[in-house]
Nanobody, 118 residues
Framework: HVQLVESGGGSVQPGGSLRLSCAASAYTYSRYCLEWFRQAPGKEREGVARFKSSRWPSYADSVKGRFTISKDNSKMSLYLQMNSLKPEDTAMYYC?????????????WGQGTQVTVS
């Protein structure tokens, strides 16, 4: 079955760092590509980082140079290292499972983990 469980969120001061984790079930990890999204209060959900069809990661312009996406196939997990955090990074962060071909939106979502920068 599909399962995505995020962890690692919290409160941090500007300039600080956090590392988010997303643990996937074997079913999910073997069939889909995992991505990071976020949604700030009053704003639409936006993509943050992903691998998708390319083995090279892609990032939203707003996080380039500060965030790093990585994965551990042995642990079926996705990570997001967030450095130099800014107040505008405050949001609920979601792990999502999507078809690995480009152009397809996520099909499944985790419950989210809150990141607050203040």
């Amino acid at each position: 079955h599909v399962q995505l469980v995020e962890s690692g969120g919290g409160s941090v001061q500007p300039g600080g760092s956090l590392r988010l984790s997303c643990a996937a079930s074997a079913y999910t990890y073997s069939r889909y590509c995992l991505e990071w999204f976020r949604q700030a209060p009053g704003k639409e959900r936006e993509g943050v980082a992903r691998f998708k069809s390319s083995r090279w990661p892609s990032y939203a312009d707003s996080v380039k140079g500060r965030f790093t996406i990585s994965k551990d196939n042995s642990k079926m997990s996705l990570y997001l290292q967030m450095n130099s955090l800014k107040p505008e990074d405050t949001a609920m962060y979601y792990c999502a499972a999507a078809p690995c071909s480009d152009g397809y939106p996520p099909l499944y979502w985790g419950q989210g983990t809150q990141v607050t920068v203040s």
